[in-house]
Structure formats: C-alpha cells, structure tokens
C-alpha cells in the first residue's frame, strides 16, 4: 500500500499560481500510474490530472487544460501539479491518488488517497 501526501495549497487571488505536491511512501511510485482530483463543498470529486508511471503520458480535464501541468519524479517518490490562472471555480480540495483499475477519469480507479490540501482562489 502506498500512503501519500499532498501539500502546497494556500489562499491565491484570481489568475495566480500555486504548484502542489504529492509525496509517497511505502515503495513502488515508479510502478503506479497517478491522478490528481478535487473536491469542492457541495460537489463531487472530480478529475483534474493524470499521469503513467513514467511520466510520458498525461490526462487534464477539460476545465484545466492549458493551465495545470502534472508532472512527478521517481526519484523523489513525488508527483506535482503546477497550476497557473487560476480562477474562483477552481476553489476545492485537491487530493492524489494512485490507479488501480482503468477508467483514468473515475475516481473509483483510484485508490491510496492523501488527506488532500486546500486550495481557495479569491477574486
């Protein structure tokens, strides 16, 4: 089982930048493909980023693209995820998370959940 965790978050105005990251213990990072999602109140979690396991192949949804950058380092045991012009509907709690079954856009592929880190755009 690997345990992750994010951090990064913080307070941002409109059109600012912030760069989470997501460290992982208990071995095999380089093995597993990654996604990032959020969590918004009142909303479901959904799908922002993913990445394969060597990096060479990414995912955004189409609310991010262009904005967010996912990348990781294996040899950190790390994933991140740079998030620039960000606007008020990005306000959410952002988790990663490893993927264990297909569906890249799911979030019951994922599993190995951090404990997420707030993220608030303020306008």
């Known amino acids: 089982q690997v345990k992750l965790a994010e951090s990064g978050g913080g307070l941002v105005q409109t059109g600012g930048s912030l760069r989470l990251s997501c460290a992982a213990s208990?071995?095999?990072?380089?093995?597993?493909?990654m996604g990032w999602f959020r969590q918004a109140p009142g909303k479901e979690r959904e799908f922002v980023a993913a990445?394969?396991?060597?990096?060479?192949?990414?995912a955004y949804a189409d609310s991010v693209k262009g904005r967010f950058t996912i990348s990781r380092d294996n040899g950190k045991n790390t994933m991140s995820l740079q998030m620039t012009s960000l606007k008020v509907e990005d306000t959410a709690i952002y988790y990663c998370?490893?993927?264990?079954?297909?569906?890249?856009?799911?979030?019951?592929?994922?599993?190995?959940w951090g404990q997420g880190t707030q993220v608030t755009v303020s306008s």
């Open positions: 998370a490893v993927r264990r079954r297909l569906a890249t856009m799911t979030p019951k592929a994922y599993d190995d």
């Open positions: 208990g071995g095999g990072f380089s093995t597993y493909d």
């Open positions: 990445i394969n396991m060597n990096g060479g192949a990414t």
